[in-house]
C-alpha cells in the first residue's frame, strides 16, 4: 500500500500533487524546496534540488518521498477521528482510598457538569478523561470507548484527538485576523471548503459574544469575552475530537448557556467542571466530587429546570447592571 | 537503566516537564536521576535537588553545545549506571535550532511550548524532526484552535512522534509520557551507539578563538553565502 503510493507521488508533478493535496506546499516550503519544477515528476524534480538544502535537513531525495507520503498519511488518518458513541467512567478510589461507587455513561450530545468545592478533584477527572485512564492513575477510574477498555497502544494512536479542551485562561498568541484565524484552522483540518466553515464559525461566534467584532479584527485585539466566544464556536464548528472539557468557563461576556447548547448540538460530549449554577443545572447529569471521588451523580429534576429560568432572570438582572456600570450608568434600587 | 534524551528550546518547559514525569515514575516506584547540559548558566541545579532527584550539571561554555553534549553523554551513562537509577534522563538546549542530542535506540523527546507561536514546529530542525515524542507544554493559555493547529505543524516535520501535550504546573498529560517513558530501551553503555543527526560541523579558526575578522583570518571549514 505504501509502496504504491510511494510510486505514485513520485511519478506525479508538483502541479498536479499540490492541486489534489494542497496541504503539500507548507511541506515543501518547510525543507526550502518551494521552487521544484512543477511540471516535472517529483522523483525527476527532486534531482533538480539543491543537495545541500537537502543535506542540511538530513534528507536526501529518497526520504523527501519518503517523508512525503508519511505525512499525507498522517494526515488523511487524523482526519478521520475515531467514532465515539459512549464513553463509560466507572469509579476508583477517593484520596484515602475508599472505594469510589459509581458508573456513568455518557453519550454524544450530553452535557455533564462537575461540581465540588476547589481542589476537591475536579481537574483530576478531566485528567483521567483525557488520558483515557485504564485504573492506571492515581484515582484508579476506568474510561471505557464505546464499552470496551484500551491498550496502550490504543491510547497512543488517539493521541490526543479524542479530546478538545477549553481552559480558564484563553489567548490567542497568532497575529491574524478572525478571518485569517479561522481559514488557517479549517484548512489544518483540511476542510474540503474551509472558507465556507469559516464564515460559519465567525457568525456563530458572532452570536454567542457580547460586543461583535468584524472578520477584519486582529485575534490579539478581542477582548476576553470575545476570544471566549470565538473558541468556543471554533470548538463547536471546526474542532475533530468527539468529546470536549470545559474548566470553568464561567467569566462573563459570552452567553454561556447558548455557548454549551452549541457544542452539544454538534453532538459533542461535554463535561464542565464548574461553579457556576447555571452551567451546573443545564447539564442532564452533575457529579459532585468530594475528597478526590465521585460523591453522588444527580439528575436534573424538571424541578431544577424549571428553576433554571429563574437563575437566569437573575444572571440576566446580574449582567444588565454590569452592562449600565459599563455605559456610565447608575444603579438604583428600582434598576435592580 | 532506561536512557532518555530530552531537549528543547530555552525556556519551553524541559524542566517542569521532567519534574511531572518523575511523579508520575516516582509513583510506579522508579529512581530517577537527571543530568542537565547547559551553557552557561543554569538555576536547575536547585530544582532538582529541592525536589530530592540527584543531578549533575555541566557547561559547554564557549563550546558548541551539541559537542559537548555527545563528548560527556557516555561518562553520563556511567554515572547513572553507578548510581544505579532506573531512569536517567539527559535534559539539554536546542539553543541554535540545529542541536540535536538525540541517539538511534534511545527514546528521544523534544519539548516545545504553544507560545513560541504555531509556526515554531517548523522552524526547528533535527531536535523536533528526530525526536519520537514531541511534547507540547503552556496549552492551557492558548485557544484550542491554537493547539490543533500547532500539532498540524508539528506533523509536517514529524509525521511519526507521538504528540502529549502536558500542563508543566498541573502536571496533566504527564501519565501519559510516562507510557512512553516505560517503552524506553535499556541502555547500560552507549559504545556503537551513533547519533539520529550529524552535530553542526565546525574546526575553523573562529572555532579556536580567532576574532578579526577578516578573508585573511578565515581557515578550516567555512561556507560562503552567493551574493548576486
Known amino acids: 500500500m505504501t509502496e504504491d503510493l510511494y510510486e505514485i507521488i513520485a511519478g506525479t508533478t508538483l502541479g498536479k500533487l499540490l492541486a489534489s493535496h494542497p496541504v503539500a506546499a507548507d511541506f515543501f516550503v518547510n525543507y526550502n524546496l518551494q521552487n521544484l519544477k512543477s511540471d516535472l515528476p517529483l522523483s525527476e524534480a527532486l534531482d533538480y534540488a539543491d543537495e545541500n538544502t537537502l543535506i542540511d535537513f538530513g534528507l536526501d531525495k529518497a526520504t523527501v518521498l519518503d517523508q512525503l507520503v508519511r505525512f499525507l498519511q498522517t494526515v488523511a488518518e487524523e482526519k478521520q477521528t475515531a467514532a465515539v458513541e459512549e464513553i463509560t467512567i466507572l469509579g476508583g478510589q477517593t484520596k484515602s482510598g ?3 461507587e459509581f458508573t456513568l455513561s455518557i453519550k454524544p450530545g450530553e452535557i455533564v457538569s462537575i461540581v465540588g468545592p476547589t481542589g476537591s478533584g475536579k481537574s483530576r477527572l478531566l485528567a483521567d478523561i ?7 492513575t492515581p484515582t484508579k477510574r476506568l474510561i471505557l470507548v464505546n464499552g470496551k477498555t484500551l491498550e496502550d497502544e490504543e491510547r497512543f494512536a488517539m493521541d490526543g484527538r479524542l479530546v478538545a479542551q477549553l481552559s480558564q485562561n484563553m ?7 478572525v478571518e485569517e484565524f479561522l481559514e488557517m484552522h479549517a484548512k489544518s483540518r483540511l476542510h474540503p471548503e474551509p472558507e465556507r466553515v469559516a464564515a460559519e464559525c465567525f457568525a456563530a461566534a458572532n452570536e454567542l459574544a457580547g460586543e461583535k467584532f468584524t472578520p477584519d479584527t486582529k485575534v490579539t485585539q478581542l477582548s476576553g469575552g ?12 471546526m474542532s475533530a475530537s468527539p468529546i470536549v472539557l470545559i474548566d470553568e468557563i464561567e467569566n462573563a461576556g459570552v452567553d454561556r448557556r447558548q455557548a454549551i447548547r452549541m457544542l452539544a448540538k ?10 457556576d449554577p447555571l452551567l451546573a443545572l443545564i447539564a442532564g447529569k452533575r457529579l459532585v466530587i468530594k475528597n478526590g471521588g465521585v460523591h453522588a451523580v444527580i439528575e436534573t429534576t424538571p424541578e431544577e429546570r424549571e428553576s433554571l429560568a429563574k437563575i437566569e432572570m437573575l444572571d440576566n438582572t446580574l449582567q444588565s447592571i454590569r452592562n449600565r456600570l459599563r455605559t456610565g450608568g447608575r444603579i438604583t434600587p428600582d434598576t435592580i | 537503566m532506561k536512557l532518555i534524551t530530552v531537549a528543547g528550546p530555552p525556556s519551553s518547559g524541559k524542566t517542569s516537564v521532567i519534574l511531572r514525569l518523575a511523579d508520575v515514575l516516582r509513583e510506579r516506584g522508579k529512581t530517577i536521576g537527571v543530568v542537565k547540559f547547559d551553557c552557561l548558566t543554569s538555576f536547575d541545579r536547585e530544582r532538582y535537588t529541592e525536589y530530592g532527584i540527584p543531578v ?12 559537548f553534549f555527545i563528548s560527556n553523554v557516555e561518562d553520563a551513562v556511567r554515572w547513572g549506571t553507578e548510581q544505579g537509577f532506573d531512569i536517567l534522563i539527559t535534559e539539554s538546549a ?13 527514546l528521544a523527546i523534544c519539548v516545545i511550548d504553544n507560545l513560541s507561536g504555531v509556526h515554531t514546529p517548523r522552524k526547528i530542525g533535527p531536535m523536533l524532526k528526530f525526536a519520537d515524542i514531541v511534547v507540547v507544554t503552556k496549552g492551557d493559555i492558548v485557544s484550542q484552535a491554537e493547539r490543533e493547529v500547532f500539532m498540524f505543524n508539528i506533523r509536517q516535520v514529524n509525521s511519526s512522534a507521538k ?3 502536558i500542563n508543566g504546573i498541573t502536571g496533566q498529560g504527564a501519565f501519559m509520557l510516562g507510557k512512553h517513558a516505560e517503552s524506553a530501551s535499556e541502555t547500560t553503555s552507549l559504545r556503537g551507539y551513533k547519533l539520529r543527526f550529524t552535530t553542526p560541523s565546525s574546526v575553523c579558526s573562529y572555532c579556536t578563538g580567532e576574532t578579526r575578522i577578516g578573508e585573511e583570518y578565515q581557515m578550516g571549514m567555512l561556507r560562503k553565502m552567493e551574493f548576486p
Not at chain 1, 489567548?171 to 485576523?177: A, I
Not at chain 1, 454538534?266 to 467542571?273: F, P, T
Request: hydrophobic share 40%; aromatic share 6%.
Open chain 1, 171 to 177: 489567548n490567542f498568541v497568532m497575529d491574524l485576523s
Open chain 1, 226 to 237: 470575545q476570544s471566549r466566544a470565538l473558541m468556543i464556536a471554533d470548538t463547536a464548528c
Open chain 2, 94 to 106: 536546542g539553543l541554535c535550532n540545529r542541536c540535536s542530542p538525540h541517539i538511534r535506540g534511545v
Open chain 1, 98 to 100: 475508599e472505594a469510589e
Open chain 2, 56 to 67: 549533575q550539571v555541566g557547561f559547554a561554555g564557549k563550546f558548541c553545545p551539541d559537542h
Open chain 1, 266 to 275: 454538534n453532538e459533542k460530549i461535554v463535561l464542565i467542571s464548574t461553579h
Open chain 1, 130 to 136: 483525557e488520558c483515557l485512564a485504564q485504573r492506571d
Open chain 2, 163 to 165: 504528540i502529549v501535550f
